[in-house]
Nanobody
Framework: QVQLVESGGGLVQSGGSLRLSCAAS????????MVWYRQAPGKERELVAT???????NYADSVKGRFTISRNNAKNTVYLQMNSLKPEDTAVYYC??????????????????WGQGTLVTVSS
């Protein structure tokens, strides 16, 4: 079974830092771009940062200069380093990716997969 497992969320004061991790597990053949989204209470889900398989990164304007996305392809893991956190960064953070995996019949399959989400709370 292929899945994304996130970790690293928690409660932090304004100005603080957190590092989120998202690890893909299963019989994975290759992973395309990896993406972090977030959803604040009462708001729509928004894209936070994207990193390609070649580690080219893009960010939402609201987090540029404060957040850094990175990935370790050997570990099938994406990270989100969040610095200078603000109360408005409070949200559930989700990772997302499209990947190819090998199923039980040894066939290559495409899958879009989401993590379960990790809550980040920034107090003022």
């Amino acid at each position: 079974q292929v899945q994304l497992v996130e970790s690293g969320g928690g409660l932090v004061q304004s100005g603080g830092s957190l590092r989120l991790s998202c690890a893909a597990s299963g019989t994975i053949f290759s992973i395309n771009a990896m993406v972090w989204y977030r959803q604040a209470p009462g708001k729509e889900r928004e894209l936070v940062a994207t990193i390609t398989s070649g580690s080219s990164a893009n960010y939402a304007d609201s987090v540029k200069g404060r957040f850094t996305i990175s990935r370790n392809n050997a570990k099938n893991t994406v990270y989100l380093q969040m610095n200078s956190l603000k109360p408005e960064d409070t949200a559930v953070y989700y990772c997302n990716t499209e990947l190819y995996y090998i199923d039980y019949a040894r066939a290559y399959r495409y899958l879009e997969v989401w993590g379960q989400g990790t809550l980040v709370t920034v107090s003022s």
